[in-house]
């Protein structure tokens, strides 16, 4: 079976890598791939961009590929899976119109409330005055989304009205979102923990994967502006058989059903972002119509299921009889990123000294590139270095022990990350 994968981050570079590890898969091609994937003995990186879905298409007619798999939301929310379909191609993800559920925030916040999924209290502006009258009369801290895609970034954690404000603003009229951003929802602070609940499903049987926790915030402690993700871990303790149970029945299961009524056939990974409170109770924060990333590095590091086998029969509508089976090891990805992250920073810094692969470490990239022979930093978030231990304590310190040894001036990565499974752990213990 020859595979695609589309896309150039983390993410891909960790699906294309587990999908390479397959007996049925003789070729994969990473489109556009990354210095990482370049490197990698059984992949191939492809010179077309993840958004050329025409050129995508192409090339998958001539080189007869047997089974394109979608890494980034993209080309998902502009219809790359209706193309492929169209010209006979095998392709697993989301129709264009299921991918709505990630593509708008508005779409997404108003099938939960039609379909009785939980979710937090919401308003939805296009104009300032009256974003801005709503905030004023609520409650703080408040949560202002870009409705659109914005790369992980549209989210703004307001603590005060004049932080509110100037969110507002930034959207609607300085349009630093740009088309993203020309809607806003504005939806009511929840506290409690977060996590990450993905599933493979074909559109009826969903498999979920194991449980993981993504650290949005920059800084330690969780502190600092909003990221596309600075690190996971896997599992995720608050992820419990109950709550994983209350997952499937209150959220999985009825947005499947939303969409098969609605006419849409879900095929793909689906994410949940949830936030469980003190009481069990959850909310659905966002729904991603893909793999996360960083979540999907530390996933990948214990999934021991062929998973280019898994994404060929939810094509084919056929997940009913399989499961996923686990290494019973904990993992956690670290990112490291470019010092300026997510804001301005500067690109084509030397990077050397990856620590080789083993069986628990693998340094995945994500923003890198090979030039004149040399690896290089091309992007926000450059590496993800992932362990796997028998503690999450245990992974975390593998994790830390490789990021010393990689030689990278500009690099910045948080010092703390699964430091709330860490706690858990060591309260456990005593």
Not at 278 to 287: M, R, T
Request: aromatic residues 8%; hydrophobic residues 35%; glycine residues 8%.
């Amino acid at each position: 079976m020859k595979v695609l994968v589309v896309g150039g981050g983390g993410r891909e570079h960790a699906l294309s890598w587990k999908i390479s590890q397959s007996p049925k898969v003789s070729q994969v091609f990473v489109a556009p791939g990354n210095g990482g994937t370049e490197l990698e003995p059984k992949l191939t990186n492809v010179s077309i961009e993840a958004d050329d879905i025409d050129g995508l298409a192409r090339f998958a007619l001539d080189e007869n590929i047997n089974l394109t798999i979608i890494g980034p939301e993209d080309p998902l929310v502009n219809g790359i899976t209706n193309k492929f379909k169209d010209l006979g191609l095998k392709c697993f993800g989301p129709s264009k119109e299921a991918s709505k559920l990630e593509g708008s925030k508005e779409f997404m916040k108003d099938f939960l409330q039609a379909n009785k999924i939980p979710t937090a209290q919401y308003e939805t502006f296009t104009e300032s005055d009256k974003a801005i009258e709503y905030v004023k009369k609520g409650s703080l801290p408040i949560v202002i989304k870009a409705d659109g895609l914005a790369a992980g970034k549209g989210v703004i954690i307001a603590f005060t009205v004049e932080e509110a404000i100037e969110a507002i603003k930034n959207c609607l009229e300085s349009k630093i979102f740009g088309q993203a951003g020309k809607r806003i929802v504005i939806e009511e602070y929840l506290e409690g923990e977060e996590a990450s609940f993905i599933v493979i499903t074909d559109g009826v049987t969903a498999i979920p994967f194991a449980s993981s926790q993504d650290h949005k915030a920059r800084d330690d402690m969780d502190l600092g502006p909003n990221t596309g993700g600075m690190g996971a871990y896997s599992p995720a303790p608050i992820v419990d058989d109950y709550i994983h149970d209350k997952i499937m029945q209150e959220v999985i299961y009825p947005t499947l059903m939303g969409l098969k009524k609605a006419g849409h056939l879900y095929c793909g990974f689906l994410y949940a972002g949830m936030m469980i409170d003190k009481n069990n109770d959850l909310k659905v924060l966002e729904f991603n119509c893909r793999f996360g990333d960083p979540e999907t590095q530390p996933i990948m590091m214990r999934l021991k299921s062929d998973l280019a086998d898994l994404c060929d029969k939810a094509c084919d509508s056929n997940l009913q009889n399989e499961e996923l089976t686990w290494d019973e090891k904990k993992s956690i990805g670290v990112v490291m990123a470019s010092r300026g992250y997510p804001f301005e920073y500067e690109k084509n810094k030397l990077i050397g000294q990856i620590p080789d692969e083993t069986e628990n470490l693998k340094v995945f990239h994500a923003g890198t590139k090979i030039e004149d022979n040399k690896l290089k930093s091309n992007g926000g978030r450059v590496l993800c270095v992932t362990a796997l231990g028998d503690s999450v304590e245990i992974a975390q310190q593998n994790a830390y022990d490789a990021i010393s040894l990689i030689d990278w001036e500009d690099a910045y990565y948080r010092k703390d990350i699964g430091h709330r499974a860490i706690k858990r752990e060591r309260n456990e213990s005593n």
